[in-house]
């Protein structure tokens, strides 16, 4: 059972709580998101059991290990499962605030076992934990971005490097053949430099959307960040002291909080520009004035293309200032460069000037939206921009001697890309671009920010996001272990602290989570809470020293599992004597075996399973369940993408279910799965008459139903009793006792009966459809069908078939 890769598919569901995963991203909108290789990634762990320290590390810090894999960074998704507000009007800073804020309960829970979050508004009342130390902990989480990147299959990976190998080669070419490539690169630098106007960065003191419904924010560096919700009308206003303006420079940039490095906010991280407009307006009037914008330029633009209808197109650069939005300037390069900065330079019909104290307008209309953008004027005649990639124009400002390897290579290609001689080499490059691979998925995941763009961390007056007050360094509670020594003071350095052999909790709060999994209750009862408050366990040393055969046998969860199960202690019947019932009710002794109902992914893979029709396909999108449509109209449910799945994916493992937040799934929400909302350390499970009526009229557990009558009468044998028997060893896992057998004789014969009388229709029994027959062994008859699909109804909701014994 270790060695299966069912077990990562069974024991994933836990840590999967506590990572708060979801299919989407919640609130208002609950937009979909693509962070199932995350999933994937915490089933494929637990089935290579990879130790539990570096399981921890890798997911808080994955991008921070040298040279991190693919699946290092799709670890720290980890961090990334918060839900995320794309509402209308947010600010966007105060959701991330929120999302760092569930980072840390999230955290707390899973790993620390504490309420942190307590110590988010004032020093923690119980535990010693000040706020001063929580905003501390916070400080290790505060400066990295919120990234998406593409995740390639392993094929598509090998093809990205043979390509790369193909374009360093033809680099090789092109150096051959102009052996004075390198004097002649400087020479065309400095014409590139010459053509390049005066420009002064515009700082804003409005950024505003039209609607509203967007709160750009201006960076420090002068760019313009668009984040939160995606609006296509947004407008700056600035006051700048300047006369003689000639033109307007859009420079489109990358950002690491944008889908893959933006500068779009579309899926693929780029973006459609309808129109740009400028306005002026004097101190003492009351109306903008509008000037007109001509000449535009661009280093690149699409060819232009129309829609299927001629109303619409796009393409060149022109479209920024041609008067309509029913045309777009776009500069997508294709598959493997869509994120490549870009620029765009206006000239004014008639130069501007502007008394002191005026204001200047620019609005700009999108129909995919800019995410990073900056703004610059000039008063240089004539201004234009090269038709070189502005990526090669920013790397020629930088200092020859101060070029990354990065820089150097793009100026190179710029450069060889105005070579006459070189065209045909460039045709080359081109036609290896195209067979760039499309990415299948990306995820949702973090990047530490650079060394000189470092964010400060503040206490905030009673956890509000706009009180700051005094500055707070990264740090960890005096109460606890040190920080290790050497350690780098990142996320990193905290993970290392976190999985310390000297720490008090990580251990003890991963083998208790085990022991809940195994035992229904941990031996600490509260999992995410091992405070001050939590109920004393009654075998303290017991969970010592599970937590030091964790760390002793290299942080092995299997091994502590193997450990558990072959105990005498786990081995006791689950049936208890009424001694014990009167003395230990809850089973805090241990005098008995565990028995409690299985998780709501294990009641629907159970009738799955033993009905014969559960799919073992493993990994993938979630599954999409059938949902009554009186749930879909009630919700905010994109038709494009909610369709049930059918076939074989239909009976996928509940682990891969699509999970929706506003939206979960009824069947899992009546057996008390959560939603993702927030971390959950521990399932409460209720009894109530909503589980039992989704066991017997859910649409999976009928058609289980079905297919478990079908099958019995198929494989049981050819009389009543053989096939009772059969049936009773799939559910239970044991036979019938004679009073039982009886009893399923007699619910056999009154069905059959009150189908013989035309009280119930055997087809829509057996298959949901009152004119549809099923496909039948030879020797059996509808009727037959019918009478089974109800005796396996009872069988598969019966408390022994769902309870673990």
């Known amino acids: 059972l270790l060695a299966s890769e069912r077990f990562g598919e069974k024991w994933g569901r836990h840590w999967l709580d506590l990572a708060r995963y979801s299919d989407t991203n919640g609130y208002e909108k609950d937009l979909q998101r693509e962070q199932w290789k995350y999933r994937d990634w915490v089933i494929d762990a637990l089935n290579r059991d990879m130790p539990y320290d570096r399981f921890i590390i890798e997911q808080l810090a994955g991008d921070l290990l040298p040279s991190p894999s693919p699946d290092q960074i799709i670890a720290t998704g980890f961090l990334r499962n918060s839900m995320i507000n794309e ?64 995740v390639y299959t392993d094929q598509q990976r090998k093809q990205i490097t043979d390509i790369h190998r193909k374009l360093e080669e ?12 390198q004097t002649e690169l400087i020479i065309w630098e400095n014409e590139i430099r010459a053509q390049e106007a005066a420009w002064r960065e515009l700082v804003f003191h409005q950024l505003e959307s039209v609607s509203g419904l967007n709160h750009p924010t201006q960076e420090p560096d002068q760019s313009i960040l668009m984040l939160g919700h995606t609006s296509g009308d947004v407008f700056f206003v600035s006051k700048p002291e300047a006369n003689g303006i000639t033109g307007l420079r859009l420079e489109l940039l990358n950002h690491d909080d944008l889908p893959h490095g933006g500068p779009g906010r579309s899926r ?32 690149y633009s699409q ?48 130069p501007l000037d502007l008394p002191k104290g005026s204001e200047l307008k620019i609005a700009m209309r999108m129909s995919d939206m800019v995410g990073c953008c900056r ?29 990354s390897t990065r820089e150097q290579a793009v100026i190179f290609h710029a450069w060889r890309q105005a070579q006459e001689d070189l ?22 995941h973090l990047k530490e920010k650079e060394p000189d763009k470092q964010r400060a961390t503040y206490i905030l007056d009673r956890g509000s996001w706009d009180r700051p007050k005094q500055k707070v360094a990264p740090k960890v509670p005096e109460a606890f272990h040190p920080f290790p020594s050497g350690a780098p003071n990142t996320r990193l350095g905290f993970a290392l602290w976190l999985v310390d052999r000297k720490s008090p909790l990580t251990a003890r709060v991963a083998v208790n989570r085990i022991w809940q999994a195994i035992f229904g209750s941990g031996l600490v009862e509260t999992s995410d809470d091992f405070g001050t408050r939590a109920p004393v366990p009654e075998y303290r040393e017991l969970l010592d020293w599970l937590a030091v055969e964790l760390m002793d046998r290299g942080w092995s969860q299997k091994e502590i599992i193997r450990l558990i199960v072959t105990s005498e202690t786990y081995k006791r019947s689950s049936i208890p004597s009424q001694e014990h019932l009167e003395r230990d009710p809850k089973n805090l002794l241990l005098a008995r075996g565990p028995r409690f109902r299985v998780e709501a992914e294990l009641v629907r893979d159970l009738a799955l399973s033993v009905s014969g029709i559960l799919h073992h396909k493993t990994g993938g999108p979630g599954v999409i369940p059938p949902v009554p449509q009186n749930v879909l109209d009630y919700n905010y449910v994109y038709p494009s993408y909610w369709k049930a799945a059918e076939g074989p994916e239909r009976y996928r493992r509940a682990v891969y279910g699509f999970r929706k937040r506003s939206m979960p799934d009824p069947v899992m929400t009546n057996l008390d799965a959560p939603n993702g909302d927030l971390s959950c350390a521990r399932r409460v499970r209720s009894n109530t008459p909503l589980a039992a009526l989704t066991g017997l009229n859910e649409i999976v557990f009928v058609e289980s139903a079905q297919a478990l009558a079908l099958r019995v009468l198929r494989e049981g044998g050819s009389g009543d009793p053989e096939r009772i028997d059969y049936a009773f060893q799939l559910c239970l896992c044991r036979l019938p006792t004679q009073q039982e057998r009886e009893e399923v004789l007699k619910l056999l014969a009154t069905r059959r009966m009150r189908i013989a009388e035309g009280w119930l229709n055997p087809r829509e029994i057996s298959t949901g459809d009152a004119g549809k027959l099923p496909v039948l062994p030879s020797t059996t008859n509808p009727q037959d069908a019918a009478a089974w699909t109800i005796v396996a109804r009872v069988l598969l909701n019966l408390d022994e078939t769902l309870s673990k014994n």
């Open 87 to 150: 509402e209308g009007a947010i600010v966007p800073e105060q959701f991330r605030m929120v999302e760092l804020f569930d980072r840390m309960d999230c955290i707390g829970k899973s790993i620390l076992g504490l309420t942190t979050q307590c110590a988010q508004c004032h020093t923690h009342k119980f535990d010693p934990i000040t706020q001063d130390e929580y905003y501390g902990m916070f400080a290790f989480f505060n400066n990295s971005y919120e990234a998406r990147s593409w």
């Open 170 to 181: 033809l680099d090789h070419r092109s150096k051959e053949k102009r052996p004075t490539w």
């Open 423 to 444: 065209k045909e080499i460039q045709s080359e490059v081109d036609t290896v671009w195209k067979s760039f691979p499309q990415a299948p998925t990306s995820i949702l």
């Open 375 to 403: 703004w610059s004027l000039t008063s240089t005649p004539n201004p234009k921009t090269p038709r070189v990639d502005y990526e090669a124009q920013m790397a020629i400002r930088t200092p020859a001697e101060s070029r």
């Open 268 to 299: 693929l991280g780029t973006w459609g520009i309808h129109e740009i407009e400028l306005y002026s307006k004097a101190p003492d009037a009351k109306e903008w004035t509008k000037h007109k914008l001509v000449n535009a330029s661009a280093d």
């Open 303 to 350: 060819p232009e293309q129309k829609s299927a209808d001629g109303k619409k197109k796009s393409g060149p650069e022109a479209f920024l200032i041609d008067g309509t939005d029913d045309s777009t300037w776009l500069a997508d390069r294709g598959t493997g460069r869509h994120n490549r900065p870009s620029v765009a330079v206006v000239q004014l019909e008639t």
